[in-house]
């Protein structure tokens, strides 16, 4: 197929996002990008009986958020153009496409979660506001929503910024959920009745430790996911005498996150080994153990189905995100049920995308990364137009062996991607994970990625003055950051997609529910370390830019707000330095809409190439 072709398949090759199985195990719902303009939400038999259900269809971004509790429902959330201030609506199954609202159109709140107690008529979530005086505030506090009278009833009330989703038990008494109010570092776990008469912590690791907590299917019991200096474990509370017993304990076991479905005794747990997803089966009660034999790329256990089977999130660089129905013990593909029916939606095949190679080097200080290297397709005779490196968000993240769009589209254009998982990068241990904070952003993760450029040039895969970088959030202040510090030799051009400029501006603009995750990182707030949010702000090093810079922003972005591109654009100017901007109006946080990629991606292609050109 021709380029343009190829694009075009990319543009409507499905993704899926957060997938659930309703609690009756008869249905499973999810997000589902590029299928229209917008994201939107869909639900299938988890017997494979029927195709998806398409449950929204609207001008703005959807997501699936919660089912029901007596499964006849979903709750699904919007925003305006990505602002993020999203409104509550539920679909029922048997009337798909029509959206009931829950919550007021954009709020002047962030609304976290939401779900639907069992009488039907209250609504629970976390908002930073005060319903008593109708203003924004800064902390979280979970509501009870009487969506029969409207009234908003503040059952938990945390002293300090922070982003707790409540979850409500199966039985409808209590919610869990978690504080920051000791650490910007760590979170406790705490537990309200649904009058919000007794509210009070159940567990506490220390003040920077962070711990959770997931109901059972019981209702009666907590599953506590706790970090320790070295490892995750896992215990059981018993909300009945206040109980604590510890069920895995391992620091062999790079525990990710866990899933606790409300129709089993089983609970999902993921590990992830050098960046590669490993999920089980384990019931820790009984502390018996399932797990599935290895398949090729990953597959992720989602919730169990009516009649036996579990539903499974099967992906890799060649596979597209696929529901399946699997027997636990019994994981061959060639036996697994699609429900998704990924391949009925895409022209493209397995051929048609490049494998992700395990790429790892040293660092400057001996520590090992590992990345992901996609080689070039289409170069005049194997030679690659040059070398882009795509580097994740987060940085409290990690890049899978999966389908990224973007990055297809680089290799196919004749570029080759390196995709690091570089210090501060979740997937291999909670030491790899928190090392960034010893630097701060800015810090030797950055390093990391300018030694991953290094080992390609050395093993002959890149060219010096053919390299570029680009990536979205964190990526995008990486981007910010090598093209203000990197030498023009190792990198030539950079694209930072929704990235920090001035880490000040930044903390001063954002979410506040987001602004104890910069302190955390940074070791404290710009007014305690001043001196680290300056050195660490790219905007404040833009006369050393050798390299071309392209700057792209979504405008409604209240994460990494446009004021950090109005700040450096401004500094850019005074220090004479040429940039081009590209703006999108209907974007937030990432530019996720098919429209605005396939505007955005030749673009990007295009200008890498002018920039390797002009080095010669």
């Given at each position: 197929m021709t380029p343009e072709q190829y694009l075009d398949a990319l543009m409507t090759l499905p993704a899926i996002y957060g997938p659930k199985v309703s609690p009756d195990g008869r249905y499973v719902a999810w997000t589902w990008i590029r299928t229209a303009p917008t994201t939107e939400v869909y639900a299938a038999p988890t017997d494979g009986s029927a195709a998806p259900i398409r449950l929204t269809d609207t001008p703005e971004n959807t997501f699936f958020v919660s089912w029901t509790p007596d499964s006849r429902a979903v709750l699904v959330e919007q925003d305006k153009n990505g602002n993020e201030r999203a409104q509550l609506f539920r679909v029922d199954l048997d009337a798909p496409l029509t959206l009931k609202p829950l919550t007021e159109e954009d709020p002047k709140f962030y609304l976290r979660g939401g779900r639907l107690h069992p009488n039907g008529k209250w609504l629970f979530y976390g908002a930073n506001f005060d319903a008593a005086?109708?203003?924004?505030?800064?902390?979280?506090?979970?509501?009870?929503?009487?969506?029969?009278?409207?009234?908003?009833?503040?059952?938990?009330?945390?002293?300090?910024?922070?982003?707790?989703?409540?979850?409500?038990?199966?039985?409808?008494?209590?919610?869990?959920?978690?504080?920051?109010?000791?650490?910007?570092?760590?979170?406790?776990?705490?537990?309200?009745?649904?009058?919000?008469?007794?509210?009070?912590?159940?567990?506490?690791?220390?003040?920077?430790?962070?711990?959770?907590?997931?109901?059972?299917?019981?209702?009666?019991?907590v599953l506590i996911q706790a970090e320790t200096p070295t490892h995750t474990r896992l215990g059981v509370y018993d909300t009945r005498d206040g109980g604590l017993k510890w069920a895995i304990d391992d620091p062999k076991r790079n525990i990710e996150y866990v899933y606790t479905p409300e129709n089993s005794s089983w609970i999902v747990v993921v590990e992830v080994q050098a960046a590669r997803l490993i999920s089980y089966l384990f019931n820790p009660l009984s502390l018996e153990e399932q797990r599935p034999d290895p398949v090729p790329g990953n597959l992720l256990l989602v919730g169990p189905a009516a009649g036996g089977d579990w539903v499974a999130l099967h992906f890799s660089s060649a596979q597209p995100h696929d529901l399946v129905r699997v027997a636990v013990l019994d994981t061959k593909v060639e036996n697994f049920a699609s429900l998704s029916r990924v391949w009925e939606r895409t022209s493209l095949t397995a051929g048609d995308f490049t494998r992700a190679e395990d790429f790892r080097w040293k660092a400057a200080d001996d520590l090992e990364i590992q990345g992901w290297l996609y080689r070039a397709q289409g170069g005049a005779q194997g030679a690659a137009r040059g070398t882009i490196v795509y580097v994740h968000g987060g940085p409290t993240a990690h890049s899978l062996d999966a389908i990224n769009n973007q990055i297809q589209f680089f290799v196919r254009q004749g570029f080759n991607v390196l995709d690091p998982n570089y210090r501060g990068s979740t997937g291999f241990n909670l030491q790899f994970r928190d090392s960034i904070k010893e630097d701060g952003w800015g810090g030797r993760e950055q390093d990391d990625i300018r030694a991953g450029i290094e080992a390609l040039i050395e093993a002959g895969i890149a060219q010096r003055g053919k390299v570029g970088i680009t990536g979205t959030s964190y990526g995008g202040y990486s981007s910010w950051h090598a093209i203000t510090h990197f030498p023009v030799d190792v990198l030539a051009a950079s694209a930072p997609v929704c990235g920090m400029t001035d880490l000040v501006i930044d903390y001063q603009t954002t979410r506040p529910d987001l602004r104890p995750y910069s302190e955390e990182m940074m070791g404290g707030t710009p007014d305690q370390v001043p001196q680290k949010y300056h050195d660490r702000s790219p905007v404040n090093f833009v006369r050393e830019i050798k390299g071309r810079l392209l700057i792209i922003q979504g405008m409604q972005d209240p994460n990494v707000t446009p004021e950090n591109v109005n700040t450096v654009t401004q500094a850019l100017q005074e220090a004479g330095v040429e940039y081009e901007i590209v703006a999108f109006d209907d974007e937030g946080h990432g530019i996720i809409k098919p429209k605005n990629q396939r505007a955005l991606y030749p673009q990007l292609a295009q200008f890498f190439a002018t920039a390797f050109d002009s080095q010669g």
């Open positions: 005086t109708g203003q924004e505030i800064e902390q979280t506090w979970v509501y009870r929503h009487d969506l029969e009278t409207g009234e908003r009833v503040a059952i938990a009330r945390p002293e300090k910024a922070g982003w707790p989703i409540p979850a409500l038990n199966s039985t409808g008494t209590h919610v869990i959920y978690s504080r920051k109010d000791l650490h910007p570092s760590g979170s406790q776990v705490w537990l309200v009745d649904v009058e919000g008469q007794s509210d009070r912590e159940i567990y506490n690791a220390g003040a920077d430790v962070k711990a959770f907590g997931s109901w059972l299917s019981d209702g009666i019991h």
